[in-house]
């Protein structure tokens, strides 16, 4: 199964960008980067995904290295709503198609 | 409104029993999912399903067993044999395939064996 690893957590200021990296350098040729959120005692929600091009939309951008080792996550303007646990999963295509497989997430905080 | 729906929201069992979650979707979606949080954890996969009367085992699946005789519902049964069944239960539906489609989570099933 293809890993992705992240920070155990981050901590922003209110109003501010925040930056939130994965690595996933066992990342395969048609391997997509999704990123999810969940809220405490929520499901988590979809936020973004790409393949090789940066990706912009309402909630945030998605950065993606050259060699596709490792992408971020970016929020341009962090709220207090924003306060969740972030995932950066792989679509891991197992043998009967694709298993959605989740790593810790990094929790962050938002001060304000 | 078009969602993916778990019941009920708080379950609590008796140790030695069978309990059943239910996860229902009506996005007409082909892949169906159940996964286990445990506090300060992440989700691990416990079964999944790409499409009707066909689903695979994930990381966890001792203890647990499911089925998918119709496409919008995907039920989880938590057995006797598992020996830690106390967690936050999720289901999630995606449109299956492609690896760019996204997937929808319901709100999740807390368990408590008591």
């Known amino acids: 199964d293809a890993k992705t690893t992240q920070p155990n957590s981050m901590e922003s200021n209110e109003e501010e960008p925040v930056h939130l990296p994965c690595n996933h350098s066992?990342?395969?040729?048609?391997?997509?980067i999704h990123w999810y959120r969940q809220l405490p005692s929520q499901g988590p929600e979809y936020v973004i995904h790409g393949l090789t091009s940066n990706v912009n939309n309402r909630m945030a951008s998605l950065a993606i290295a050259e060699d596709r080792k490792s992408s971020t996550l970016i929020l341009h303007r962090a709220t207090l709503r924003d306060a969740a646990v972030y995932y950066c999963i792989l679509r891991d295509r197992g043998e009967y198609g694709n298993k959605l497989v989740f790593g810790a997430g990094t929790i962050l905080r938002v001060k304000s | 409104d078009g969602g993916i729906t778990q019941s009920p929201k708080y379950l609590f069992r008796k140790e030695g029993q069978n309990v059943t979650l239910s996860c229902e979707q009506n996005l007409n979606h082909d892949a169906m999912y159940w996964y286990r949080q445990d506090p300060g954890q992440g989700l691990r996969l416990i079964y999944y399903s790409q499409i009707v009367n066909d689903f695979q085992k994930g990381d966890i699946a001792e203890g647990y067993s499911v089925s998918r005789e119709k496409k919008e519902s995907f039920p989880l049964t938590v057995t006797s044999a598992q020996k830690n069944p106390t967690a936050f239960y999720l289901c999630a539906s995606r449109v299956g395939g492609a690896g760019n489609t996204e997937a929808f989570f319901g709100q999740g099933t807390r368990l408590t064996v008591v």
């Open positions: 066992t990342i395969s040729g048609t391997d997509y």
